[in-house]
């Protein structure tokens, strides 16, 4: 079994910028594939970002050119870097995780609150 444990999260006005972190307990077999995904009052939880171990990146088109994933394969943990943040990314953000036998994980959230 896998904990992820995220960090990070806050309170921003706008045009802010957060960094959110993940740390997997265990290394994860590969190929794996860790990211974030975020979850609204009221919304669906949706993908913002993931990353394989091969180092393939996905961004969800609301977040491109403003959140960039990262990874430390050394450390078992997926960075998200938050720039021109806006009101309408207040959520909690998950991490999330795949091993190479396509058993997922997900970290507790971590709340994200952007202001006017």
């Known amino acids: 079994q896998v904990q992820l444990v995220e960090s990070g999260g806050g309170l921003v006005q706008a045009g802010g910028s957060l960094r959110l972190s993940c740390a997997a307990s265990r290394s994860i077999r590969s190929p794996n594939t860790m990211g974030w995904y975020r979850q609204a009052p009221g919304k669906q939880r949706e993908l913002v970002a993931t990353?394989?171990?091969?180092?393939?990146?996905n961004h969800a088109d609301s977040v491109k050119g403003r959140f960039t994933i990262s990874r430390d394969n050394a450390k078992n943990a997926v960075y998200l870097q938050m720039n021109s943040l806006k009101p309408e990314d207040t959520a909690v953000y998950y991490c999330?995780?795949?091993?190479?036998?396509?058993?997922?994980?997900w970290g507790q959230g971590t709340q994200v609150t952007v202001s006017t």
């Open positions: 990353m394989s171990s091969g180092g393939m990146t």
């Open positions: 999330f995780a795949r091993d190479w036998r396509a058993s997922d994980y």
